[in-house]
């Protein structure tokens, strides 16, 4: 293990570094996500799906292979993502970036397309420097919820979603108010599968948890919001909950083994198949990572197993 | 994100909100096009401009209100009603 450590198995092939391009400065990469790719054996188990926080980690990965300038380039927020139709295994991902300068760093506008069209668009910020954003002070949390009365346990977790090992990224839920606020949390290990077996001299960049699990650790939180009054551990079954957009995701801190992450989510407003969420997520008083909007939406299993079909034919 | 005061609103800014929140560029949300017909704008995103003009107007939208989202005109003018402002 040279690089961080990535949720993403599939190796990122440049096929245009960044270069000048009229006014802009654009690159180009491409993945082929394999059906052996980790995180499809628990996301999910029967319906395999690309989860959306990997295919912003794909955007990332190309940012990294193909930065403007030197430099060491840290991702300090996801601007926004927008994710429009489902990644299955096979499919073949091809990234187009267009590049600009910000303070500091470099904004990555990244549209990720497979065989069938545009699957989402991702605007990444970079900053130059050890810390990522700058620090900020956790909100006071409004109403902290009442400790959960019983001990939420991985096993209870699944009865509620569909997430399964080695994407099953909360650990525990300890206080909630159904239908308005959660706190949950992941601890961080050395022998998180994630790390795969680091090197005795691995550094503590090489050691950061990918910043797009905590991502998805936290979104799972937000879906244990979703779920506890309305279980949905099959998707097949039930109803398949897909990633809309992100908007404005801050990395203040990075996250290590060792670090025991509380993420704390509200949720915004709901309608009957789709919910919007904020909240933060905190190491001990050190806020890691701030969420201003994330939205989500819960499809018919029919919809997605057509697209799988339609995926699998070409 | 900053909130604005209730005595400022402001339809170009109205505008840049929703089209940052929809995604398009402001000169696409024209006064009368409609979201979700001529913009595409689904569910989920109507869902969030409902959110962000709560948060940024502070103002409360009930389910109701929603109905009334249908393009920058409809928007505008529920905005108007909410913040107490009349004809000018």
């Known amino acids: 293990m040279t690089a ?23 690159s180009a990469t491409r993945f082929v ?20 926080v990997c295919v912003v980690e794909c955007a990332h990965r190309s940012s990294l292979a193909t930065m403007p300038g030197a430099g060491a380039m840290r991702l ?3 601007k926004t993502a927008r994710f429009r139709t489902p990644v299955f295994p096979g499919d073949e991902l091809t990234v ?5 300068t910000e303070p500091a760093g470099w904004m ?6 497979n065989g069938r069209g545009e699957v989402a668009r991702a605007a990444l910020r970079y900053r130059n420097g050890p810390a990522a954003e700058p620090p900020v002070r956790s909100a006071p949390w409004p109403h902290t919820p009442p400790a959960a ?12 979603m569909p997430h399964r090992y080695p994407m099953l990224l909360v650990d525990q839920v300890t206080a909630i108010v159904p239908g308005d606020r959660i706190v949950a949390v992941k601890a961080i290990s050395y022998t998180d599968i994630w790390y795969g077996r680091p090197p005795v001299d691995a550094t503590a960049e090489q050691l950061a948890f990918p910043t797009v699990l905590l991502v998805e650790s936290w979104l799972q939180a937000a879906g244990l919001l979703t779920t506890w009054d309305r279980p949905n551990p099959d998707p097949l079954a039930g109803e398949v909950m897909l990633l809309g957009g992100l908007t404005n995701i801050r990395f203040h801190h990075p996250v290590l083994p060792g670090d025991v992450v509380e993420h704390r989510v509200r949720l915004l407003r709901a309608h009957t198949d789709a919910m919007v969420f904020e909240g933060e997520s905190l190491v001990g008083d050190t806020v890691t990572m701030t969420v201003e909007r994330v939205s989500m939406a819960l499809r018919p299993p029919e919809s997605v197993i057509a697209l799988a079909a339609v995926a699998s034919a070409a | 994100m900053s909130s604005v005061p209730a005595t400022a609103l402001d339809k170009e800014e109205l505008r840049r909100t929703i089209a ?8 696409e949300v024209g006064d009368e096009r409609r979201f979700v ?21 502070r103002v409360k939208l009930r389910q109701a209100d929603l109905k009334h989202l249908l393009c920058l005109r409809m928007v505008f003018d529920l905005m108007r009603d909410k913040l107490g402002q009349g004809q000018p």
């Not at chain 1, 961080?4 to 654009?26: D, H």
């Not at chain 1, 996500?33 to 959306?52: K, M, N, R, V, W």
Request: charged share 20%; net charge negative; proline share 9%.
């Open chain 1, 4 to 26: 961080a450590a990535s949720p993403v198995r599939a190796e990122v092939a440049v096929v245009r570094p960044a270069s000048p391009n009229g006014s802009a400065i654009t």
């Open chain 1, 108 to 113: 990555c506008d990244a549209g990720i397309r």
């Open chain 1, 96 to 100: 187009q970036i267009d590049w600009s």
């Open chain 2, 20 to 27: 940052e929140v929809i995604d398009v560029e402001p000169a």
């Open chain 2, 37 to 57: 017909e001529d913009l595409g704008v689904d569910s989920l995103m109507a869902l969030e401009v409902a959110v962000v003009l709560e948060k940024r107007y």
């Open chain 1, 33 to 52: 996500i394999a059906p052996d790719e980790q995180s499809f054996t628990g996301h999910y188990p029967g319906l395999p799906l690309f989860p959306g």
């Open chain 1, 76 to 78: 300090a927020a996801v």
């Open chain 1, 149 to 160: 009365s019983t001990r939420i346990t991985p096993a209870e977790i699944q009865r509620l």
